[in-house]
């Protein structure tokens, strides 16, 4: 019987892994939080919403005969990194933590580093401009600041109307560096404020921000300590094929 292999995914480089397992001998699961409306398309199985806890997160496990978890998720998700230690603890799998590496500062880069959302918006100085590059759950909190302009972007819109004064709605992936550089100066953007998440899928507003001289509020990363966290898809595919028995490319 083939090894089958749970990705709790949501993130690039779970989209990744699960591209290079597709070529194994391996059944591959990846599992999204059911937040994007139209993700892209994945290699291998694919199922959404949430589990129910670590408790449920183990029934699963052992119903679909997962041999090995992989928590791939976003350095942000706070709850089911630890339920998925928990579950897999519960149901004696092995598990692994992808974890991309944070973003570090460079030599012309303005950023004041918060902890948390709160401390965001009080940093942001009156009458600024400010591109919110955060989820959907993350905006309430803004609500408050009536002398700021939000440009808050998003993938899929919000289910209810954004509760902002002073704000407009941009449905829309992040780009390239040029085409960041074009967004930040066409909505005379004067601050950015964003979570540090890693990886290279959105660092290009950082770059346009770099270039522009435009002050950046970077949220920090949760402290989580994980027993056997990696920070790349092929530590983790070297993981898998020792657990599994495999050669890999």
């Not at 004041?112 to 401009?129: D, F, H, N, W, Y």
């Not at 983790?236 to 020792?242: E, K």
Request: hydrophobic share 45%.
């Amino acid at each position: 019987m083939r090894p089958t292999i749970l990705i709790l995914g949501g993130t690039t480089e779970a989209a990744e892994l699960a591209k290079h397992l597709a070529s194994l001998p391996l059944r591959v699961i990846t599992s999204l939080a059911g937040r994007t409306r139209d993700p892209a398309r994945l290699h291998g199985e694919v199922r959404s919403g949430g589990f129910g806890g670590a408790e449920g997160l183990a029934r699963y496990i052992e119903a679909e005969g997962i041999s090995i978890v992989v928590d791939a998720t976003h350095p942000y998700a706070m709850r089911i990194s630890p339920n998925a230690a928990r579950a897999a603890e519960l149901a004696g799998r092995p598990i692994i933590r992808l974890e991309r590496p944070a973003w570090r500062k460079t030599e012309g880069d303005d950023w004041q580093e918060v902890t948390s959302l709160e401390e965001a918006v009080k940093a942001i100085p009156p009458g600024a401009r400010v591109l919110l590059a955060l989820g959907r759950q993350h905006i309430a909190v803004f609500a408050g600041r009536s002398d700021v302009h939000f440009v808050v972007r998003m993938i899929d819109p919000p289910e209810a109307p954004l509760d902002l004064t002073s704000h407009e709605l941009v449905l829309a992936r992040p780009g390239k560096a040029e085409d960041e550089e074009a967004f930040l100066k066409e909505r005379r953007i004067t601050h950015i404020v964003c979570r540090n998440s890693g990886g290279t899928a959105s660092y290009a507003k950082l770059e346009a921000a770099r270039k522009l001289k435009i002050p950046v509020i970077l949220i920090a990363r949760p402290p989580q300590n994980f027993a056997n966290a990696v920070g790349d898809v092929k530590a983790v595919l070297a993981f898998i094929a020792a657990q599994a028995g495999l050669r890999t490319a």
